[in-house]
């Protein structure tokens, strides 16, 4: 009897777990965090800074790289991927898997996850205020959003699409989907014109978006303004698209803007770095005190283990040797160029470097890197 009792005590709990997990699935789950104040919008947007860079692709792909084909142990297998051809040779990139970094679509998504986060951030402020630029709890916030959605999609237009010509040119290149709106719909058709612009479309809405922000900055704000776009940065990337642009004038405004009156001071004190390892070497390089560096974006790349010190190299004709437990790595060639279809000077070039065995073999790290004033 007792026996009987305690069998169905099981059976009679699956059976309110189950009544309850029905009456539970009659409401729509949403665990999402409701952005309804001035703090949760600072701290959204953090979350807008994208953790990859096209680096890789564009160093590859620049007339500046030769492939020398030098291997020093440990270092060229390992950061190698068959993209890095593809990339060098001017190739469709197409050989890949989708979580690599580096890659195009690692690129395209941490991009464009930015630009959704940054849209999502200035929906949040519309609906608590009507003017979200003259709020004093939200101006601030107002003008981070939309010049993190104007760089970000500054990053995509130069990566994907065509060079800026000029107004009349680059109105005739096909752009990227300039995003603007917050995704409500679970299949957007981003080819539409509603989305896709053309390079100078592109480029208008990039300028609307970094002069509605750009004055609205306070790095007050920030508890480390180095990891956000305050004001130096914010002036730099106005700088940086203006002379893309080739609107020279406003780009010596903002330029001088970000720089100050004793540009000097802006500049990265390299006689006093430590290089004492590799380690010291990155702290003071990413030092997020150190005037020079006006963003510190966190990312993850291989770019420093694949072209340093291995088969990607400025000139042709490189070297490695081991003495002692260190390479020896030797440049001397006639200056960068392809194949020597793409010379770019005459002049020889001597350098040498001495890199420690036990540096080239690292495993690959989270590092950072400077943006958008490198």
């Known amino acids: 009897m007792n026996r009987n009792i305690y069998s169905l005590i099981p059976l009679c ?20 965090t409701e952005i309804d104040n001035p703090d949760k919008v600072s701290k959204l947007l953090t979350s807008a800074y994208p953790v990859s860079v096209p680096a890789v692709v564009c160093e590859l792909s620049g007339d500046n790289l030769v492939d020398n084909n ?5 270092t060229h297998n390992d950061p190698y991927a068959k993209f890095h051809e593809q990339a060098y040779e001017w190739e469709d990139i197409d050989n890949y898997s989708t979580g690599e970094d580096d890659t195009p679509y690692t690129i395209w998504e941490s991009y464009y996850q930015g630009i959704a986060v940054a849209n999502h951030a200035i929906e949040a402020m519309l609906e608590m205020s009507k003017d979200p630029a003259h709020d004093p709890e939200l101006a601030h916030s107002w003008g981070e959003a939309h010049l993190l959605r ?10 994907f699409a065509e060079a800026y010509k000029d107004e009349t040119q680059s109105a005739l290149d096909v752009g990227i989907p300039y995003v603007s709106e917050v995704e409500k719909t679970v299949t957007v058709d981003y080819s539409n014109p509603k989305f896709r612009k ?21 790095d007050a704000k920030y508890k480390v303004p180095a990891y956000h776009f305050n004001r130096n ?15 020279y004038e406003k780009c010596v405004k903002y330029a001088t803007d970000a720089l100050g009156t004793n540009p000097a001071s802006s500049l990265r004190k390299w006689a006093t770095m430590s290089s004492n390892t590799i380690n010291t070497l990155l702290n003071d390089f990413n ?24 088969r990607y190299a400025i000139n042709k004709g490189s070297t490695a040797e081991k003495v ?20 770019a000077f005459d002049g ?18 989270m590092s950072t890197l400077n943006t958008p004033t490198r």
């Not at 709990?13 to 999402?32: F, G, M, W």
């Not at 030098?70 to 440990?74: L, M, N, S, Y």
């Not at 030092?287 to 291995?310: G, K």
């Open 13 to 32: 709990l699956l059976c309110i777990v189950t009544i309850c997990s029905c009456k539970d699935l009659d409401e729509a789950p949403d665990n999402r």
């Open 70 to 74: 030098v291997c020093v142990p440990a």
């Open 150 to 159: 104007a760089y970000l999609h500054f990053v995509l237009v130069n990566v």
């Open 198 to 218: 053309s390079v100078a479309e592109v480029y208008r809405l990039i300028e609307k978006d970094i002069l509605e922000g750009v004055d609205l900055i306070d």
């Open 233 to 247: 940065a914010a002036n730099a990337l106005a700088a940086r698209f203006y002379l893309y642009k080739r609107d």
């Open 287 to 310: 030092d997020e005190t150190a005037p020079c560096n006006y963003l510190l974006q966190a990312t993850y790349s291989l770019f420093d283990r694949m072209l340093s010190a291995c």
């Open 324 to 343: 002692d437990n260190t390479y020896n790595i030797l440049y001397e060639g006639g200056g960068p160029n392809w194949d020597g279809r793409l010379k």
């Open 348 to 365: 020889k070039i001597f350098v040498g470097a001495q890199v420690p065995s036990t540096v080239l073999g690292c495993s690959a790290c």
